[in-house]
Nanobody
């Protein structure tokens, strides 16, 4: 499945954004999905995951209570609501489709990736 992420931008600390990821295929509805991010000079890291039906969700400790992952299978879309942003959240955010279980955190467990959307948070 091809994925297209959007919604990033330049914001100030404390602001919010809603990231979106649109899939090209109806197989999206059966895919467990996740968001990852990669800050400059760092490895790509897990942010949040959601099961195919949307009933199960998991978050990295660093984003719990600030970020919310959701999906709309009818629209073949994945979302990440990011609140209370801080400069440490600056990164390129990627959506990805899992080839393993719904709560996989390893990049090698994901077979399809969006192109990424840049979030820059100024202090």
């Amino acid at each position: 499945v091809q994925l297209q992420a959007s919604g990033g931008g330049l914001v100030q600390a404390g602001d919010s954004l809603r990231l979106s990821c649109v899939a090209s295929s109806s197989t999206f509805s059966s895919a467990h999905m996740a968001w990852f991010r990669q800050a400059p000079g760092k490895e790509r890291e897990f942010v949040a995951a959601i099961s195919a039906g949307g009933l199960s969700r998991a978050y990295a400790d660093s984003v719990k209570r600030r970020f919310t992952i959701s999906r709309d299978n009818a629209k073949k879309s994945l979302y990440l609501q990011v609140n209370s942003l801080n400069p440490e959240d600056t990164a390129v955010y990627y959506c990805a489709a899992s080839i393993r279980g719904w709560d996989s955190h390893r990049t090698t467990d994901f077979g399809s990736w969006g192109q990424g959307t840049l979030v820059t948070v100024s202090s």
